[in-house]
């Protein structure tokens, strides 16, 4: 068992407390701009960078990925909780909780069972066209609120886009000035010196010009007061119909956050070369998902941005998370009126490039040039999550998945093997198209498992192969198994109808390579009864054709 906070010592320590103070400086402007984005106020925020990020950096096996909620779950949040209440009522803070705690559940139940392979489903286009769309969405609300005009953030993205259009006339030329600036300060400290928290000083520094100069009284809109003390434990009371309302969100944001984090945690593991536990990480995000609705919060995911950042400031542990925890709670018990001021155009800043690259421009660019109809699928998914909705957005993108899996296994490999003439040899060459691997002896390899979506094509490829030798000219099929490592019911069915083809044939069948799961699997099914399996294609092509005409099948300097 991984002891918590595994990988401090006294040599690295304060390092990691720099790296704290420094995630400390970014996490709080964000958060209470994803707060405002899930449609909560931003006590919301920020009480999920205190219970829940303790309990999940004791219990995590990552020693890097950062748990916190992000601008791809806020806009989750808001677009599934928006139609079920009004965007700040009692009933939608009350709803967030609720989903929160479902998605814990659901981590949890993924860790029991160990079903975080379901994620994979999740391939790159899909994500990159699911969290893209949700990321132009939510840029439409921070686009509004750096032009100082109002919108409908409960609105669908075209009424979102309609009332920027129809309110530029109000457009606050203060507003505007200072996200200008804001965006120029948070672009250029990121590319020439990423180490300073440029988040918190632009906060900083256009709170400082609001009140010195009193901008909030010509039009400019600030965040206002924020309450006082530490997270409250609670529990959402709502009705039954209402948690199952929100079970199709959860599972999209427990998917998302899946993929995401089991995929970054990976990374940075073998990157530094500390262990990593999959299912551990799961149930690290069911708890604190769960301690997220029990006490404000709404549902938390992992923060690649974030991960990244503390990996360049040198840090390896988890310990940064627990000085983002204190530095919050201390935040909200004796600094809240400093927040107060903060200019909403510079929250809106802050998100907004925050998003840029969730956008995910330069990866359609790279799928357009890579594979089209993989661009197809995120765009697709894309547009659907962008115009209907992030729920039929998720939906859809399993679809795809699955389309895009039933295409590529429908048409795998399937090669008649030809035989090189050397004795000691088992892994055959491809043959030319109408020949046989040796007289009267055609080995074909399948390199996919045996499944519903390729049985037919197999058993039309095994026929077209043999008829393409010509009549009488095969009377042996060995099947090379070596690449199939399972056979389902409906592939046991075409093959089953293959055997009958073969037997009306006299064409005797057997088999080699044969992987010890898949044998038992092949006998389970019935497709394998009194036919030969052998240890390699060489031995099958030995023993079922004659010497004498072995030796004349062989090239003339092997005779």
Not at 294 to 317: C, H, N
Request: include cysteine; hydrophobic fraction near 55%; charge should be neutral.
């Amino acid at each position: 068992m991984q002891r918590p906070l595994a990988g401090l010592t006294r040599r690295n320590f304060l390092t990691e407390l720099t790296a704290g103070v420094t995630l400390l400086a970014i996490a709080i402007p964000l958060n209470i701009g994803y707060a405002q984005i899930a449609g909560l106020p931003p006590t919301a925020g920020l009480y999920a960078l205190i219970v829940p990020t303790i309990v999940y950096a004791l219990v995590v096996s990552s020693r890097q990925l950062v748990a916190s909620p992000d601008a791809a779950a806020a806009a989750l949040v808001a677009s599934s909780i928006g139609g079920l209440a009004a965007a700040g009522s009692a009933d939608y803070a009350t709803l967030a909780l609720a989903q929160a705690i479902i998605c814990g559940g659901m981590f949890v139940l993924l860790a029991v069972f160990k079903l975080g392979f379901l994620a994979n489903f999740l391939s790159k286009p899909i994500l990159v066209g699911f969290v893209g769309g949700l990321a132009l969405d939510i840029m439409v609300s921070q686009v509004a609120k750096m032009l100082g005009v109002k919108i409908d953030s409960g609105k669908e993205f075209t009424g979102k886009v309609a009332d920027l259009i129809g309110g530029l006339a109000t457009i606050n030329l203060w507003a505007v000035l200072i996200s200008v600036c804001s965006v120029a300060v948070l672009l250029l400290g990121r590319r020439y010196l990423r180490a300073i928290p440029w988040a918190l000083i632009v906060l900083v520094a256009t709170t400082l010009v609001v009140v010195l100069t009193g901008l909030d009284q010509r039009g400019v809109a600030v965040l206002g007061e924020v309450p006082a003390g530490p997270p409250e434990l609670t529990w959402p009371m709502i009705d039954w119909s209402l948690w199952l309302a929100l079970i199709p969100s959860a599972i999209a944001l427990t998917l998302v956050t899946t993929a995401e984090g089991l995929l970054v945690s990976r990374s940075y593991s073998e990157k530094h070369g500390y262990p990593f536990h999959a299912n551990r990480d799961l149930f690290a995000f069911g708890i604190a998902n769960v301690a997220a609705g029990a006490q404000g919060s709404f549902a938390v995911g992992s923060s690649t941005s974030r991960t990244a950042a503390m990996d360049q400031a040198g840090s390896r542990t988890q310990f940064p998370a627990l000085i983002l925890a204190v530095g919050t709670l201390l935040l909200l018990l004796f600094g809240t009126a400093l927040l107060a001021d903060i200019p909403s155009p510079a929250i809106g800043a802050i998100v907004g490039v925050a998003i840029i690259p969730l956008l995910g421009i330069r990866d359609f660019i790279d799928l357009w040039r890579k594979d089209r109809f993989e661009f197809l699928i995120g765009a697709t998914c894309f547009l659907v999550t962008l115009f209907i909705g992030s729920i039929p957005g998720i939906l859809v993108a399993f679809v795809l998945a699955l389309i895009n899996i039933a295409r590529r296994a429908s048409n795998p490999a399937i090669d008649v093997l030809e035989s090189s003439g050397d004795p000691g040899e088992s892994l055959l060459e491809d043959a030319p198209a109408g020949t046989v691997t040796a007289p009267g002896v055609i080995v074909i390899r399948l390199a996919a498992p045996l499944f519903f979506a390729n049985g037919a094509v197999f058993s039309t490829a095994v026929k077209d192969a043999i008829r393409s030798a010509g009549d009488r000219a095969v009377q042996h099929l060995v099947v090379d198994m070596e690449a199939v490592t399972d056979v389902d019911v409906t592939g046991a069915e075409s093959f089953a109808s293959l055997k009958d083809w073969l037997a009306a044939r006299s064409v005797s069948l057997s088999f080699s390579r044969v992987r010890p799961n898949t044998l038992h699997r092949l006998t389970s099914l019935g497709l394998l009864t009194s036919e030969d399996v052998y240890s390699t294609n060489r031995s099958a092509i030995t023993r079922l054709v004659p010497s004498s005409a072995e030796r004349e099948s062989l090239p003339k300097e092997d005779q």
